[in-house]
């Protein structure tokens, strides 16, 4: 089946550091990935989506390139603020069998960062 | 604004008693979702809904049922709560439409069976 393994958390790096999450993906069909975030006390909100193989995706500062023949879309920040603390999940978007579309995420990474 | 909503925000449960988690969304989405979070498990898909009045299961169904009678409402239906039940529930809706699949989030329901 499909499935995602990105870093095990929890992270923590100071401010002005940069930031690399790994996520590698398994799946025999064509994905969409896609990374979100989410901060104490709410739900997950999207941060991008990258539809195609070798494309980017950015928003925030933060990027990543949807590698195809490495299956990786590792997410990237060159340097952390204090208000980039949350968990941070990188999901495959899968459409099977017509009108199914599910979403599968990896188990999240913790990532805080300290002054 | 559009937006999705949960309720309750907060519930403490008994083992072996019903319980119904609800969510509302004004996007207009065809799309619904329930899941769970867990330490160390991140978001499980458990139910989903496509359309008005058909659920289908997701990746851990088992215990669960789901309902949705109408566009904008979507429950999770729990009929004999268990302790391995006890995790946070987040609703999400979905366009699903023109390769629009990203999901927009509730605020999640925190669920405590004792």
Redesign the interface.
């Known amino acids: 089946g499909d499935s995602v393994t990105q870093t095990e958390g929890p992270v923590t790096l100071s401010e002005g550091t940069s930031l690399t999450v790994n996520c590698s993906y398994e799946t025999k069909q064509y994905p969409?990935l896609?990374w979100y975030v989410q901060y104490p006390?709410?739900?997950?909100?999207?941060l991008f989506?990258v539809?195609k193989a070798n494309e980017k995706g950015s928003n925030r500062g933060f990027e990543a390139t949807y590698n195809k023949e490495a299956t990786s879309f590792h997410l990237q920040k060159a340097s952390v603020q204090e208000s980039d603390s949350a968990v941070y999940?990188c999901a495959l978007?899968i459409?099977s069998g017509g009108?199914?579309?599910?979403?599968?995420?990896?188990?999240?990474t913790l990532l805080t960062v300290t002054p | 604004e559009a937006a999705?909503t949960q309720s309750p925000r907060s519930k403490v449960a008994v083992t072996g008693g019903k319980v119904t988690l609800s969510c509302h969304q004004t996007n207009n989405h065809d799309?619904m979702?329930w899941?769970r979070q867990d330490t160390?498990?991140?978001?499980?898909?458990i139910h989903?809904s496509?359309?008005a009045d058909s659920t289908?299961k997701?990746?851990i169904p088992d215990g669960y049922k789901a309902s949705r009678p109408s566009q904008e409402n979507f429950s999770l239906i729990l009929e004999l709560a268990s302790l391995s039940q006890t995790a946070v529930y987040?609703c999400?809706s979905?366009p699903?439409t023109g390769?629009s699949?990203?999901?927009?989030?509730?605020?999640?329901t925190r669920l405590t069976v004792l």
């Open positions: 969409t896609f006390g709410e739900g997950p909100q999207l989506k539809p999940y978007g459409r009108s199914n579309y599910k979403l599968t995420f990896g188990k999240g | 999705v799309y979702y899941y160390g498990h991140g978001l499980r898909l989903y496509y359309v289908e997701g990746d987040f999400a979905s699903g390769g699949y990203e999901q927009y989030f509730g605020p999640g």
